[in-house]
């Protein structure tokens, strides 16, 4: 009885690794503000995807300069819309008290955007504009992301024709293939060593 209690155990685990190999670790992606602009200025398909985070880390030391990132979340082209939105200006430090906390709460370092729909964002090119503020005056600079939908959140029924690389998605398709092929073996796995501890044992 102990061995099947075992065997049962394993199965049970291996039933449950496809689910794990597959999940997508979410990741901040670091976007250096610098005197000359943003690093990286532009990010390409096939980096980010639904889920992760751009980190706005600001390195330009300039004294009285901040910087603003703008979004355009509905892709109107007018960065003013209900849906878009901007993060807080971004200073190149922060005034501290005797005990090490911001003397000015509002005063910020960096800046997180969340990739997800929460921001009204959805996966594909979305435009934002670095604005540089100096002596009162404002600089914008356009730049871009692109990102896709994780592929294991997505509907097995989407459709997954659209996209620039059409060899990536053949092969996520056939880890997926193998993925549900394994899981269905491990299922059946699990039915049968049920079976045999419901048995009376005949020892």
Known sequence: MKMRLVVATAIFCMLLMP???????????????????????????GILVE??????????????????????????GIFEGIDDFSTEWIS??????????KVDEDCNQHALIPLEPSNKLLP?????IHRVKENNQTIDVNFYINYSP???????????????NEGEITEKTSKEQILEMIMFVSFLAVIFV??????????
């Not at 190149?92 to 906390?101: A, D, K, M, P």
């Not at 594909?124 to 934002?128: F, K, Q, V």
């Open 19 to 45: 689910s794990i190999v597959s999940a997508h670790d979410q990741k901040e992606y670091n976007i250096l503000i610098t005197e000359d602009g943003l690093t990286p200025s532009s990010i390409n398909p």
């Open 51 to 76: 889920t992760d985070t751009l980190f706005f880390r600001n390195v330009d030391d300039r004294q009285d300069v901040q910087h603003q990132i703008l979004v355009d979340a509905d892709g109107d």
């Open 92 to 101: 190149s430090s922060c005034e501290l008290n005797e005990t090490g906390e």
């Open 124 to 128: 594909g090119n979305i435009s934002m």
């Open 150 to 164: 994780d592929a294991h959140m997505a509907d097995e029924n989407a459709p997954t024709g659209e996209t620039d």
């Open 194 to 203: 049920g079976i045999e501890l419901i048995k009376p044992d005949e020892n």
